[in-house]
């Protein structure tokens, strides 16, 4: 079974469908790399998964539960324990800049998940080394460039044990020589099993982490495949079209 199932997916703002019938599943381990235009509906998408936007209609299964069946969602109880199997990553990195780093990370841990200072302190420990920051610990926020923000916003998605990863174009925000280090941190995860979700405009990184590439445009699902069938021989002259943009 897929752990992630997106069936008929259906969201509008006002007279603009900006999700249009999107369908996809999402297998466990999986990594996945969405593309598409600005405005093609991938960040509401993502949002949708993690109930930060509400559907007009359509069904999300994560793993055995449904995040909304058919447009109708369950209580705020059980929303609350689905959405907090997932993680995301955003652009803008979302740091609160008057906590250190450590207590950036064991915030939520803490207080949502009722963690001891004792286990979250190790957790932290471990994650910030694991994302190269072991000694950015007690410094707040705004000493830190962008790429470091960003893998402290990774190994903050990481304290809560997710299942499941989301990516919002993690690098967009930051200057391109800080991009790799970012970038192979999300690699380095994505090696380890977990199960990944990564919209992102680096289609060198899409074509390298990715299991599979969904090009989305205008609200819909245009082709989903290997990045090798994607990349060399998409099927669909919209994903040809965009990826000549992209990549000339
Ligand atoms: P992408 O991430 O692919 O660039 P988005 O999901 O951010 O696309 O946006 C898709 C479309 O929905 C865009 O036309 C955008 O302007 C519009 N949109 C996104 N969020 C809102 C909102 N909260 N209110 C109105 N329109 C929105
Ligand atoms: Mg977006």
Known sequence: MAIIEVSNLKKSFGDLDVLKNVSFEVNKGE?????????SGKSTMLRSLVHLEEVNDGTIRIQDEFLVQSGVYPSNKKLKQITARMGMVFQHFN???H????????????????????????????????VGLADKA???????SGGQKQRVAIARALMMNPDILLFDEPTSALDPELTGEVLQVIKQIAE??????????????????ADRVIFMDNGEVI???????????PKVERTRAFLNRVLH
């Open 192 to 209: 380890e099993n977990m199960t990944m979700l990564i919209v992102t405009h680096e289609m060198g990184f899409a074509r390298d982490v």
């Open 138 to 144: 007690d410094v707040h926020p705004g000493k830190l």
């Open 31 to 39: 990594v996945i790399a969405i593309i598409g235009p600005s405005g």
């Open 223 to 233: 082709e989903s495949g290997t990045p090798e069938q994607i990349f060399n021989r």
């Open 99 to 130: 906590l250190t780093v450590a207590k950036n990370l064991e915030l939520a841990p803490k207080y949502v998940k009722g963690e001891s200072e004792e286990l979250v302190r190790q957790k932290s420990a471990e994650l910030l080394k694991k």
């Open 95 to 97: 740091l609160f800049p």
